[in-house]
């Protein structure tokens, strides 16, 4: 399980990471990724949107200057990864509806494929994610396999899918994370942060060594159906 937020950039940087690790790994067919929503800024409305450096000043006392050179060391980090990155100009908002639209996006085998476009959207696009209203959602999710009508649907009802991003936020605090990315590997390990590649490695490897075998409890031949049918109980 992997916690993620649109707004994280190091969530950007992490999950390529991460992929980049389970690409390597001899089990990496089997294993299931999931991603769990987590709000940075659940408190800010929606509509209240402002320039990043003006968010990033605010929240961490820091001068623009800092909070450029962390900007410009983020898009280090992210083409060091291969991926796109806008150091400028970019803006920071609500993500509640991204977080639905990726439970919608979950039931439809969508998730993963949906992040990834918010993912570019946010960081490498000029266009902004939170300025154009749901047009813009719909023109993403659309993107990502999805059904504009099911999408105005999600967007229209701001009930839909609450409950299970709410679930989600409830459930990291339970596993302990404060921050993202955080990933759970196998509900027994956690890694916290953008990791190297190497890391996640050793965070897969530990896990699949380490998972616990099934303990049968029991007899052995009690009455049981399998491929070639049913035990039929003969009666002297």
């Known amino acids: 399980m992997a916690s993620l937020v649109q ?15 389970l690409a390597a790994f001899p089990h990496r067919d089997e294993v299931e990724v999931v991603h769990r929503s987590f709000e940075l800024d659940p408190g800010r409305a929606k509509g209240d949107v402002q320039p990043v450096l003006t968010m990033l000043t605010a929240k961490y006392g820091m001068s623009e200057a ?17 991926l796109d990155y ?29 992040l990834q476009v918010l993912y570019r959207a946010n960081f490498a696009e000029e266009r902004s994610l939170f300025t154009e209203g749901d047009d813009r959602l719909v023109e993403l999710a659309v993107e990502a396999g999805l059904d504009a009508g099911a999408v105005r649907a999600v967007l229209a009802d701001p009930d ?3 409950e299970e991003v709410r679930a989600d936020e409830q459930e990291a605090a339970r596993l302990g994370a404060t921050g993202v990315p955080f990933f759970v590997l196998d509900r027994t390990y956690g890694v916290s942060g953008a990791q190297p590649a190497e890391v996640f490695t050793q965070a897969l490897t530990q896990a699949w060594g380490e998972r616990s075998p099934l303990r049968p409890v029991g007899r052995a031949d009690a009455e ?4 070639d049918g049913c035990a039929v109980p003969s009666h002297g």
């Open 86 to 114: 806008r150091t400028r100009g970019r803006d920071h908002g609500n993500t509640f509806d991204l977080h639905r639209l990726l439970h919608l996006a979950k039931e439809h085998g969508a998730q993963d494929r949906l």
């Open 224 to 227: 049981a159906c399998g491929p």
């Open 160 to 162: 839909a899918y609450a």
């Open 7 to 21: 707004a994280c950039p190091w969530c950007y940087v992490g999950k390529a990471r991460f992929e980049k690790a």
């Open 66 to 82: 800092q909070a450029q050179a962390g900007e410009d060391n983020l898009g280090a980090q992210a083409a060091a990864e291969g």
